[in-house]
């Protein structure tokens, strides 16, 4: 048996040193293509893409899927510091299914279907706890779905029922909060609890406390909540409004200029909110109300008093004189105009206000002046307010597409991937198609080369018959037609190469060229046969 290999093995290294270098280059090429492509199929078909199976998992649930994961012999891959699961993206929803069957799935709370594996047997009790640990859960699955929380966790306090009122404790209610983003809006919070006290009979939303994971607590009162809210929320509306309203006004006078996606402008203002109450009294020239004139004495003395001037809202009284006893009493009441303005300033006064302009322009000082006034015009600049306009042109950077920021970036990666993989398979098969193509190729170039090599043999060998038969046809002898070295031989009988001397001798008898002189007159007068023959020598050489 092995003389048998060793022979045959001998056989294919001859058969291997006979082939031309060409042929040698080809059968190489091929074995390395045949086994490129049979790496790359086996690595494509059993290459694991590895799949998201839970995120953000603590230790216990990490080490039991893991655990689970390594029963069934499932490939697995820990990230993110233990925290993150990947199986195979194939087994994925499976694996999951399997989980939630067997109900261990992380982070799961129980619901209501406690109660389907309560028997007769199960005491008032019991059936107490079972409900609090349902509404629980129950409670624990609602927040959860809510987009900013991550996690929950529901704590309930179910004081027992009494018989006298006065004794009977309110129901509490305690959760506390994973965030996702390490943030909630007031809403958010007030639904939760809303959500938690619509739950739990007798629960009030007072006696409910959210709080998150950092021990910062997020409820408030009814009242607070209501007032920040709602009027931060109106503020905050208000001051957006109108920065966008100026930034549009600047944008519609930039457009036409530079265009659409040129430059980029951002306005900041300062709003006083405060309502303000002004009044103001004004008082016009005064006016006689009332005048009272008492007179007593002499004729003269009462003139005097009448005809005399006296000043305003003053009394008067004349005296007794030599002559009599003699009074004058005058009173005079004067009424003043007055007018009351009250002014209210409305919240929402600018108090100062910030604009930025940037453009993907080279900008001079002039340009700069120039866009200055146009925008301070537009947005309605007050320099007494502190108002200010920052222009600066610059070279944009080129936008770049993140294909995280886009919510089909997973399915397009996905779909790339898979694209490629085609492409590889379609790329190896082309490339063996192109090394049989040129394999054929050679073999069809050799048969011609070999065709034309046989051709031109004959050809020469039917052109020195003649000079064979003038020699004498009654001993036929084969004759070699020699070119170089190279001939084609007869097959009659075993060929004899006459000497020299015999062939010059038997021309010199006949008076016609030798073999060697018909060689190169033929070659002369056709080079391209004899080049060809050539070249057919060399290559058996």
Not at 140 to 153: C, L, N, P, T, W
Not at 282 to 302: L, N
């Amino acid at each position: 048996m092995m003389d048998k290999v060793k022979e045959w093995t001998e056989q294919l290294k001859d058969r291997w040193q006979m082939q031309s270098s060409l042929k040698k280059m080809i059968v190489v090429l091929s074995v390395i293509s045949v086994l490129g492509i049979t790496a790359a199929v086996y690595y494509l078909n059993t290459r694991i893409e590895y799949g998201i199976l839970f995120t953000d998992l603590s230790d216990a649930d990490a080490g039991t899927i893991s655990k689970d994961l390594d029963e069934q012999q499932i490939a697995y891959k820990l990230a993110d510091n233990g925290t993150t699961i990947l199986i195979d993206k194939d087994q994925v929803d499976e694996y999951r299914i399997n989980l939630a069957v067997d109900n261990k799935l992380p982070n799961t709370s129980t619901g209501f279907e406690l109660f389907d594996d309560a028997n007769m047997m199960t005491t008032d009790e019991d059936r107490k706890i079972m409900y609090q640990r349902a509404v629980t859960g129950e409670l624990q699955r609602a927040i959860e779905s809510i987009d900013a929380v991550k996690s929950a966790k529901v704590l309930l306090v179910m004081p027992e029922e009494s018989v006298f009122s006065s004794e009977e404790s309110a129901p509490t209610a305690s959760i506390v909060l994973s965030l996702k983003n390490q943030q909630i809006s007031d809403e958010s919070v007030q639904g939760i609890v809303t959500l938690t006290s619509g739950a739990v009979e007798k629960l009030k939303p007072e006696n409910v406390k959210v709080v998150d994971s950092a021990g910062n607590t997020l409820t408030r009162t009814e009242d607070e909540a209501s007032q920040l809210s709602g009027l931060n929320n109106k503020y905050i509306a208000i001051k957006d409004s109108y920065e966008k309203t100026l930034e549009e006004k600047v944008a519609k006078l930039l457009t036409p200029i530079y265009g659409a996606d040129k430059f980029q402008v951002s306005i900041n203002l300062d709003l006083n909110f405060d309502s303000i109450e002004r009044k103001k009294v004004t008082y016009d020239d005064p006016e006689i109300k009332s005048e009272t004139v008492q007179a007593a004495g002499s004729q003269g003395t009462v003139q005097e008093a009448q005809t005399g001037t006296v000043d305003d809202n003053v009394s008067n009284v004349t005296g007794t004189d030599g002559e009599g006893n003699n009074s004058y009493s005058r009173s005079v009441e004067n009424e003043l105009d007055t007018e009351t303005t009250t002014t209210i300033t409305a919240p929402g006064m600018i108090e100062r206000m910030t604009s930025s302009i940037v453009i993907n322009a080279n900008l001079s000082q002039a340009d700069q002046a120039e866009l200055q006034q146009l925008i301070a015009s537009a947005v309605g600049y007050d320099n007494d307010r502190g108002d200010q306009i920052a222009i600066q042109g610059f070279d944009f950077a080129q936008a770049e597409v993140d294909p995280a920021a886009d919510p089909q970036g997973n399915e397009q990666i996905a779909a790339a991937k898979g694209y490629v993989k085609y492409a590889i398979i379609g790329g190896i098969v082309l490339t063996l198609f192109l090394v049989i193509l040129m394999i054929v190729g050679v073999i069809r170039r050799r048969r011609k080369e070999d065709e034309l090599e046989v051709d031109v043999t004959d050809e020469m060998v039917t052109f020195a018959q003649p000079s064979a038969a003038s020699i004498g046809a009654s001993n036929p002898v084969a004759q070699e037609v020699v070119f170089g070295g190279v001939g084609n031989r007869s097959a009659e009988t075993k060929p004899a190469v006459p000497e020299a001397s015999t062939q010059e001798a038997t021309a010199e008898h006949t008076g016609e060229p030798t073999l060697d002189q018909t060689a190169r007159n033929y070659a002369e007068s056709n080079p391209e046969v004899a080049a060809e023959l050539i070249k057919a020598w060399m290559k058996e050489k």
